[in-house]
């Protein structure tokens, strides 16, 4: 079992910043990569970027430049960072933790990101 708790969500100004932070308990020595995503008003969840177990790290093309993922293994906490805000970026933020042995997810609580005009 993967405990993930979402945090940094909130309300800012368009072209603002805001960091999220998902934080990951239990076996997390099982986790294999961990990804964000969102769900913006009325629209589906959509996949925003991964961070794998190795460090490698993609994102949604609508992201790229923009977010940042990280993590600090230390603190179980994986990151992501979002710069120069635009109101489409509004959504409550999920993040993922993907095992393989056997293969699952497990989502955490999410976080609302609201940008404003």
């Known amino acids: 079992q993967v405990q993930l708790v979402e945090s940094g969500g909130g309300l800012v100004q368009a072209g603002g910043s805001l960091r999220l932070s998902c934080a990951a308990s239990?076996?997390?020595?099982?986790?294999?990569?961990t990804g964000w995503f969102r769900q913006g008003p009325g629209k589906q969840r959509e996949w925003v970027a991964t961070?794998?177990?190795?460090?490698?790290?993609t994102y949604a093309d609508s992201v790229k430049g923009q977010f940042s993922i990280s993590r600090d293994n230390a603190k179980n906490t994986v990151y992501l960072q979002m710069n120069n805000l635009k109101p489409e970026d509004t959504a409550v933020y999920y993040c993922?933790?993907?095992?393989?042995?056997?293969?699952?997810?497990?989502w955490g609580q999410g976080t609302q990101v609201t940008v404003s005009s």
């Open positions: 239990g076996s997390i020595s099982s986790i294999t990569a």
């Open positions: 961070i794998t177990i190795g460090g490698l790290t």
């Open positions: 993922r933790a993907t095992i393989s042995k056997p293969p699952y997810g497990y």
